[in-house]
């Protein structure tokens, strides 16, 4: 992977202007991020009169595809845009990181990047078959809906089995970090989250969650 600058010169009128489209790019943005695509991004403080967006991936098309469609910029209020490769080798996350000659670092493998590919949390719960549907409804209508919105989340999976008269689920959600995973949980992430609708339905459940930093994945994504 590789880091790409995308630099924006704004218009003489982004500032009266910007606060119209700023939801619609700030969700593309923080979408492009849970991805792993963009690392950081904003404006310049003062002036305003521009701002900068660092990108990580194959080629620069990562960020040239993100300016291409942002609203900041087909709708004018950025007047240029251009991207430029940026050889990072200082610092956690630098690409081909370049150790001082005789420091002990330069004799160490790079260092790996922490849970590139996301974190894996787990969670369970039970029911009796009168209340599963409550579960399952509660789950679809609110919970998911919810953690859908918040930075860094991936997906999520609802699964179900019958063991004797009850049935376990074994909730499952993707996250980008564990600091992710944090903005849903709060500072203890290994304790669960059950609202109460869910405790309502639920017969027993786990008082804590598990996690797993994702090593493989089959299909290019998480």
Known sequence: MKHYILFYEAAADYV???AQYRTEHLTKAWKASQRGEL???????????????????ESKSVAEDFAEADPYVTSGMVKRWYVREW?????????????????????????VAKS?????????????????????RHASEKVFPQ???????????LLRRSVGNTVEFLVMTLWA??????????????KAVVEPAARAALSDFDETATHYEVVVHSNGSV
């Not at 003062?46 to 967006?53: E, S």
């Open 16 to 18: 009266a202007r910007r």
């Open 147 to 157: 953690v859908q919105a918040l930075p860094g989340h991936r997906g999520a999976y």
């Open 87 to 111: 050889n990072t080798v200082a610092g956690e996350g630098a690409a081909t990181p370049v150790y001082p000659e005789g420091s002990a670092a330069s004799t160490q493998p790079p260092p």
């Open 116 to 136: 590139p590919n996301g974190v894996l949390r787990m969670w369970k719960g039970r029911a009796t078959a009168a209340k599963a549907a409550d579960y399952v």
């Open 39 to 57: 690392v950081l991004g904003g404006a310049y403080a003062d002036p305003i009169d521009g701002a900068v967006l660092v990108f990580k991936g």
């Open 177 to 190: 970090s564990m600091d992710a995973v944090r903005g849903f949980a709060g500072p203890e992430p290994e």
